[in-house]
């Protein structure tokens, strides 16, 4: 049986990284023998010029009947003045809402070679890897009541953080799976001295815990989390939080990286279906030159396969691969520093070669 993957490259360099991605599939097909179908269409602006939508409907039937969705970027100085509804990112938003994403995966991972560019001193970075799970439908960004009422300079701005037992389990769940399959290593974030809401969410992900006997659970308030991310990173395999703490935190987690066009994300429905698309965006700036780093839409693909396609060794040898030519010394013009950089499509070719090898050692 082959897997369905739909395509929707988006804008800006949002094409140039997919051409590499696509690459990358192509190869995985030749020398590997990964049985894969790919239907390309439009996102975001490029959706707009086309169809003068964003997430046009022949994009969204398409992401239905995949397997899972590889995005690239949307958004960009064209679209920026048109009314809200319309704008590109409207594209990204209905698309996670429609296919009912409710578990946002941002690993953090830094490559040792590249531990240069933290700003943590190297040895409390290098090798990083830890995965974050955010609740994203649910909790304050969507509780309601919410609003402004009252008269001006009395007025009252409230919102409602509230997690139900189902949404809480949902979340728990994913992240234990997603623990299963890493350093099974959970610690799950939250508020409980003070947020009702989050003493359910230890309640309910401490109860879940017998169903996972494997995965050591461990708690942390959030403002604990927050120093111990950037005091000794290396500590976490897994955690998992909510909406609101996750939207802060793996921001951080990000940043210890140092490189945007590193870090790839997933967001993950009930079924483990997913859409998977690089943290950055659609970098206007450097759009159609190729300086683009290819990497964090590969290392989405890698999480692909792992997380969806159920192709964790074929995951192994792409993520192995970029390694080995981070090992090599080439570099795109994000993560080069003073050295002398590569291409989009040099960095992306540099990839294939590479599991093109591993390929004839399995
Ligand atoms: P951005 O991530 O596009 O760019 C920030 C900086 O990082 C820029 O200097 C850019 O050149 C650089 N950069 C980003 N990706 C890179 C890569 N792969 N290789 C090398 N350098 C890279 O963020 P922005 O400039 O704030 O936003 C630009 C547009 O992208 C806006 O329209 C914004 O709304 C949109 N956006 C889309 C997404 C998405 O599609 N998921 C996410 C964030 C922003």
């Known amino acids: 049986m082959s897997c369905k993957i739909a395509v929707l490259a988006g804008d800006g360099i949002g094409p140039e990284i997919m051409l590499e991605a696509e690459r990358v599939l192509a190869c995985l097909q030749q020398a590997f023998g990964f049985a894969v179908e790919i239907e390309r269409d439009l996102i975001g602006g490029a959706g707009l010029d086309r ?25 960009g100085p064209k679209w920026e003045l048109l009314e809200p509804r319309l704008r590109p990112e409207q594209g990204l938003l209905g698309i996670r809402q429609a296919l009912g994403l409710f578990s946002n995966l941002r690993p953090a991972i830094l490559f040792p070679q590249l531990a240069d560019a933290s700003s943590l001193k190297p040895e409390l970075v290098a090798g990083l890897d830890l995965m974050i799970v955010r609740e994203l439908t649910g909790g304050i960004y969507f509780g309601e009541p919410r609003g402004i009422e009252g008269e001006t300079g009395a007025r009252r701005g409230f919102n409602t953080l509230v997690y139900s037992e189902s949404e809480i389990e949902r979340i728990g769940r994913s992240a234990f799976d ?10 799950s974030v939250d508020k409980a001295n003070v947020l009702e809401s989050t003493m359910l969410w230890r309640e309910v992900m401490t109860a879940l815990g017998a169903d996972y006997p494997e995965v050591e659970l461990s708690h942390m308030y959030v403002d604990n989390a927050a120093m111990q991310l950037v005091r000794a990173p290396k500590q976490f395999d897994v955690i998992v939080t909510t909406n609101m703490f996750g939207d802060i935190l793996s921001d951080c987690a990000a940043m210890l990286t140092g490189s945007i066009g590193m870090l790839p994300s997933a967001s993950l429905d009930r079924a483990g279906k997913g859409l998977y698309e690089p943290v950055h965006g659609s970098a206007p700036d450097i759009a159609g030159q190729g300086l683009a780093n290819p990497l964090a839409v590969l290392l989405s693909l890698a999480m692909m396969l792992r997380y969806s396609l159920d192709q964790a060794p074929l995951a192994d040898q792409l993520e192995a691969a970029v390694g080995v030519v981070l090992d090599s010394g080439l570099r795109t013009a994000d993560i080069a520093g003073q050295g002398e950089a590569v291409s989009t499509s040099e960095m992306g070719q540099a990839v294939v070669a590479q599991l093109r090898r591993q390929a004839e050692q399995v």
């Open 178 to 187: 997603i623990a299963m399959r890493r350093g099974r290593r959970l610690c």
């Open 51 to 75: 169809d003068g939508v964003p997430l046009p409907e022949s994009t969204l039937r398409l992401a239905q009947a995949a397997d899972a969705v590889l995005l690239g970027a949307v958004g």
